[in-house]
């Protein structure tokens, strides 16, 4: 199962407060043991909202809104991307990420979709997906 870990954003995020060095040097060890436990498919940071923008959309109309967004708590600061055996093992991963600031956050767990959950799909928009995915991999490989 795969599990998308979302680290909320805060204040220090939302201004571009880079983390200290003490703080990426906590993370990258915490990183080192998702990846020698080959648990980590991808993690990243992101940048602040400010540097974002949101699109809405209204039947066939769209409108884009350019960040600041105001709801800091209700914001993205990064996240993982973790294959893992069940949501209690991606709980425990998740108490062991590093708060070297010692300030009050939170972090968000979700299993991803996979293919097993669409089984009342028609076969050929299985079978869409599925060729979806493979191009998209044979592109990753090539780049």
Same mark, same amino acid.
């Given at each position: 199962m795969r599990f998308m870990v979302i680290v909320k954003a805060t204040k220090d995020s939302e201004a571009g407060t880079m983390p200290s060095d003490e703080e990426l040097r906590a993370m990258?060890?915490?990183n080192e043991e998702l990846v020698n436990a080959g648990v980590l498919l991808a993690g990243e940071g992101?940048?602040?909202?400010?540097?974002?923008?949101?699109?809405?959309?209204?039947?066939?109309?769209?409108?884009?809104?350019?960040?600041?967004?105001?709801?800091?708590?209700?914001?993205?600061a990064g996240f993982?991307?973790?294959? /893992?055996?069940?949501? +209690? #093992?991606?709980v425990e991963w998740v108490k062991r990420v590093p708060n070297p600031t010692g300030d009050q956050s939170q972090i968000e767990i979700r299993q991803v979709f996979s293919p097993e959950d669409f089984a009342d799909a028609s076969?050929?928009? /299985?079978q869409q997906e +599925? #060729?979806?995915?493979?191009?998209?991999?044979a592109q990753r490989e090539a780049q």
């Open positions: 990258g060890e915490f992101l940048h602040p909202s400010s540097k974002g923008a949101r699109v809405f959309f209204d039947g066939d109309q769209r409108s884009v809104v350019d960040g600041p967004f105001t709801e800091t708590k209700e914001l993205i993982w991307l973790l294959e /893992l055996k069940s949501l +209690e #093992e991606a076969p050929e928009v /299985l +599925e #060729e979806l995915r493979a191009r998209a991999a």
